[in-house]
């Protein structure tokens, strides 16, 4: 009997050393939020597609200093692409990362609404 008592003592710290493995090393959360991923979705060159570019483009250089990556998807050419992020209204901005995902929709010529809007700066 005591060898039993020996074996389940021994076989529970194995289940104990194996809950103690390192874990996997996982991207640095304030690192990975650093770093943006915007999709602008246009409908050729309109004039609102092409203001909406142009204002995403200086602020993102004002605000993100090469944080970031633009996505321009034009519509007339790729239609497909817009279902996947429910695009109901061009030109719409999609924040991909970081999460979560957001929306805004407009020539994004309002700065202060888009930099609230993208959680850039607190609302104050």
Known sequence: MKANTETKKSSGMKKSAAKKR???KRPDRT???DFFILR????????????AVANLKKL?????KGKYRIEVVD???????????QIIAIPTLVRRLPPPVKKIIGN???TE???VGLDLQPVL
């Open 108 to 110: 994004l010529s309002k």
């Open 113 to 115: 609404s888009v930099i």
């Open 60 to 64: 993102c250089e004002d605000k993100l």
């Open 31 to 33: 690192s990975r939020s």
């Open 75 to 85: 519509l007339l050419e790729k239609p497909q692409l817009a279902k996947g992020d």
């Open 22 to 24: 390192p874990a996997k």
């Open 40 to 51: 602008l979705y246009i409908a050729g060159q309109t004039p609102n597609s092409i203001t």
